[in-house]
Structure formats: C-alpha cells, structure tokens
C-alpha cells in the first residue's frame, strides 16, 4: 500500500475552527503532556498493589 497526496488532502486543508493566530510550537505546547511524570507515577501505583 502507497500514499499520494491526495490520501492527505483532508488533514492539509485548514480547519475553520482553528485560531491560525496563535503560532504552531504554542498551540503544540498547550497539547504537550508530562509523560515521564505520568508514566512514574503509573509504575509506582503497580508496584504499590503487588
């Protein structure tokens, strides 16, 4: 299986819900997620309930 351009046409067009204001790293940060915080915290409730 292949993909052209064509297979992507849906997700490049711009989404009018989008603030296209706010710069693409910022709105990237906001998204972000700590996930070695999350992943710790995880490994410490398993080992807790064995």
């Not at 819900?17 to 490994?43: K, N, R, W, Y």
Request: charge should be negative; avoid cysteine; proline fraction near 4%.
């Amino acid at each position: 299986m292949s993909l052209t351009s064509d297979d992507f046409e849906e997700f490049v067009s711009s989404d009018p819900d989008d603030d296209e204001t706010i710069p693409l790293g910022q709105a990237l940060s906001e998204l972000g997620l700590d996930v070695e915080g999350d992943s710790v915290e995880a490994v410490r409730d398993v080992r807790e309930r064995i």
